[in-house]
């Protein structure tokens, strides 16, 4: 699976949107871009994920540029509860499993 | 609330013992994952199973095993513990492998080694 790179920490005022980074250059044209997030030690919660177009959800949206080789993952009204550790992974959905490989993340702290 | 729930929540024990911990998947979901979380390493995939087969394998080490059963449920035995299986193991399951399904974690457990 190819390598994502995310800023260690991001800071965001509560109500404005919170936008993460994630560069994945050397992504291949069969795998997804994945944001999973981890607030304080729980299980790890599905975010969105998208192959090639924006894709859009109750909790996010995801824009990936056209030669998907980074991606941007928006909240678009950071709360309080949004503080937690963001993990953008890119991963082929295949018949060898599909288990995620997680880097180090940002981690987002939404201030008052 | 993701449906997966893992028992127990807090296990301590000491070097050298052997522990199982416990896995239910979502109601409907094939497939389970097991990930290990530790300061060092950071969330570690371990192994996957579906419908009671092994699928894929991550870094396990040689002494943890686990298994899928026919109700589905899975376990994870970690034997000859050292200090340093000291970790969060968490449970995921998904509907099915093959798609770009996502996946439920469970709220872990917690493993002290003493």
């Known amino acids: 699976d190819a390598k994502t790179t995310q800023p260690t920490s991001m800071d965001c005022a509560e109500g404005r949107a919170a936008n993460l980074p994630c560069n994945h250059s050397?992504?291949?044209?069969?795998?997804?871009v994945y944001w999973y997030r981890q607030i304080h030690s729980q299980g790890p919660q599905y975010i969105i994920h998208g192959l090639k177009n924006n894709e859009t959800n109750e909790m996010a949206s995801l824009i990936i540029t056209e030669d998907r080789k980074s991606s941007t993952l928006i909240l678009p009204h950071a709360t309080l509860r949004d503080t937690a550790v963001y993990y953008c992974i890119v991963r082929v959905d295949n018949n060898a499993g599909n288990m995620l490989t997680f880097g180090g993340g940002t981690r987002l702290m939404v201030k008052p | 609330d993701s449906g997966v729930t893992q028992t127990p929540k807090h296990l301590i024990t000491a070097t050298g013992q052997r522990v199982t911990l416990r896995c239910s998947p979502r109601s409907g979901d094939l497939s389970v994952y097991w990930y290990q979380q530790s300061l060092d390493q950071g969330l570690q995939f371990l192994i996957q199973?579906?419908?009671?087969?092994?699928?894929a394998k991550g870094n396990i080490l040689e002494r943890f095993s686990a298994q899928q059963f026919p109700d589905l449920h899975s376990e994870l035995n970690l034997s000859s513990l050292e200090l340093g299986d000291s970790a969060l193991y968490f449970c995921a399951s998904s509907v099915d492998f093959q798609t770009g399904d996502e996946q439920f974690f469970g709220p872990g457990t917690r493993l002290t080694v003493l």
């Open positions: 199973y579906y419908n009671g087969e092994e699928r």
């Open positions: 050397t992504i291949s044209g069969n795998e997804y």
